[in-house]
């Protein structure tokens, strides 16, 4: 399967959360089970660096992606969560959105000083919460890395804001 055919699995749904956002619904993608494991492969044929202790995966479908990713790496999975969602002591970290301001935990014992850490997750857009997670991993003593994403919207410039750490994207959207 190609990208192309990865592209054609994923609808996009004008106003979706706000008006004038256009979100990209990657449910069909992730129920087809080919261009599925096509998805994994591809994010780890992308990612920056495939020699890392941790995958962190952020809420909720950077959680789909990010599991499998880490299972195959052979390294652990670390859930990046929204408030209130980990029963463990937490870091928070605040951020803003393409359409408003949000916040992003980590268990405060999720990842630490020796761990390399690969992010994943679906759509970097505006790079707020890629920078959060970034912010929360290294906060806890971890080396980031690189990111890996499955759609990025260049037009919004996301990127920009990672400034010199490796990032990586299976498609593009303008």
């Known amino acids: 399967m190609s990208n192309d055919n990865l592209l054609r699995l994923i609808r996009t749904i004008p106003d979706v959360p706000s008006p004038g956002i256009m979100f990209r619904d990657i449910t069909p993608l992730l129920g087809d089970a080919e261009g599925f494991r096509q998805t994994i492969a591809a994010l780890i044929d992308a990612a920056p660096s495939r020699t890392v ?13 990010a599991a499998p990713v880490a299972e195959e790496l052979g390294a652990g999975f670390v859930p990046v969560r929204k408030p209130g969602k980990l029963p463990w002591k937490v870091v928070s970290q605040d951020y803003e959105l393409e359409y408003g301001t949000d916040r992003l935990e980590i268990h405060e ?26 912010r929360l991993v290294e906060g806890l003593g971890a080396k980031v890395s690189g990111l890996v994403f499955l759609i990025e919207l260049d037009a919004l410039g996301g990127r920009e804001k990672l400034g010199d750490y490796p990032v990586a994207s299976v498609l593009h959207f303008s």
Request: hydrophobic share 50%.
């Open 53 to 65: 202790s941790k995958v962190v995966g952020v809420e909720a479908r950077g959680f789909i992606l």
């Open 109 to 134: 014992d999720a990842v630490g000083h020796g761990d390399t850490v690969l992010i994943v997750d679906d759509v970097l857009a505006t790079g707020g919460t890629a920078s959060a997670t970034i």
